[in-house]
Structures are given as C-alpha cells and as structure tokens.
C-alpha cells in the first residue's frame, strides 16, 4: 500500500502513473477485509485515528496545512474561552478540516442537544469534504457543512440575513495574499464593523 496515502495530499486520485487502477484496487480490497463501521469501534477511535492522518497530511504538506488543520493545543484553548454549552448552536466559517468544530462537541460532552446545532463552511471542496468525513468519523450525527468561500459567498444564510449564532469560532484565512479584502471594503452584510484586516 506504499505510496497511496501520499497521493491524497496533492490530489492525485486519477493521476494513472501516480496510483494505478491495481493498486487502488487493492487499496479498496485490503480496507474490505476490515470492518471500520462506526458500529464496530467506538467514535473517538475512528475519529482519533483520522485525526492522526490529518495531522501527517499537515507535516508533509506544511506551507499549506493551515488551510485545512489548525494545531490542536490552540483549538482546545479557543474551544475553552468560547465555552459552548450543550444545546447552542456553533459555527466556524472557515472550518478547515472540521477541528474546532469536533471539539466543541467534545467541550458540551458529545451532548444530544448538540444535534443539528453544528453549522461550518469551507472554501476549498476537499477539505469541505474531508470536515463532514471527520465529523461523521467523530459521531456527529447532524451537522451542516457548506463549501463555498464564506467571507465573499457565506452560504448560511436566513430571510436574507447571516444566520446567527451562539458561539462563533474559526482560523480566518487572513494571511492569504487575496483572501478578499476588497469586497469588505462595502461588505454587504456588515461584517467589517472593526475595520479590514490588513496585511
């Protein structure tokens, strides 16, 4: 299986000379003869093993790992001062690969209050995907994960207006040369109260 999991970083799946069809078959017959269904293990096993691997793609990948994983010792303490209590809703609009998110469940004891009250959105379409992979992997039953750039296009929305919420909690991408910054300038939904950030 030596080279398959390397692929995923730079996003190679049909590349034929990088991962041929036999060696994804085998990938695919190798991973049958395990059973990994939710069932089997519990929640935090599989959740914790994806993190794992998340945590190597952001080793290997550095210059862009901050686009989808923000280290875990700064979203423990971000989940901590925000304190999120079982039955309010948490959004992240930048939500990466989900982290903050899962720990914010976590923070509220994996609450069933916490049903359908996670809400993120995420720019880029792998990682969106990657965020609903790893909440699902952490035993999040209900969740809202949007791709789509939030800061120019937030896509939840309601009557018109930003959803809203109780607790709010993201690594904004400001440190990207073109983030945006000139739609924020006459920001529609009012979002640059305190200013544009600069670089």
């Known amino acids: 299986m030596y080279g398959v999991l390397s692929t995923f970083s730079k996003a190679q799946w049909t590349n034929k000379t990088v991962l041929s069809d036999e060696r994804l078959r085998n990938l695919v017959e190798?991973?049958?003869k395990v059973n990994l269904g939710n069932?089997?293990?519990p929640a935090d096993l599989t959740g914790d093993a994806y993190e794992i691997l998340l945590k190597k793609f952001a080793d290997i990948s550095k210059s862009?790992?901050?686009?989808f994983y923000t280290p875990r010792a700064i979203v423990k303490l971000l989940v901590r001062i925000i304190s999120p209590q079982p039955g309010e809703s948490i959004?992240?609009?930048?939500?990466?690969?989900?982290?903050?998110?899962i720990e914010a469940v976590n923070y509220m004891n994996n609450s069933t209050l916490c049903c359908g009250r996670v809400f993120g959105q995420e720019?880029?379409?792998?990682?969106?995907?990657?965020a609903r992979m790893n909440l699902f992997l952490h035993g999040a039953s209900d969740f809202t994960i949007m791709q789509g750039d939030t800061l120019r296009y937030?896509?939840?929305?309601?009557?018109g207006k930003?959803?809203?919420?109780?607790c709010v909690i993201a690594n904004p991408p400001f440190s990207l040369d073109k983030w945006g910054s000139e739609m924020w300038e006459p920001e529609r939904f009012g979002r640059n109260i305190w200013g544009v950030p600069q670089p």
């Open 30 to 32: 190798h991973m049958s």
């Open 39 to 41: 069932k089997k293990y």
């Open 123 to 130: 720019k880029n379409v792998t990682n969106a995907a990657i």
């Open 154 to 159: 937030p896509k939840i929305v309601q009557n």
């Open 91 to 101: 959004y992240d609009p930048a939500c990466g690969s989900g982290g903050m998110l």
């Open 64 to 67: 862009k790992a901050g686009e």
């Open 162 to 166: 930003l959803a809203q919420f109780d």
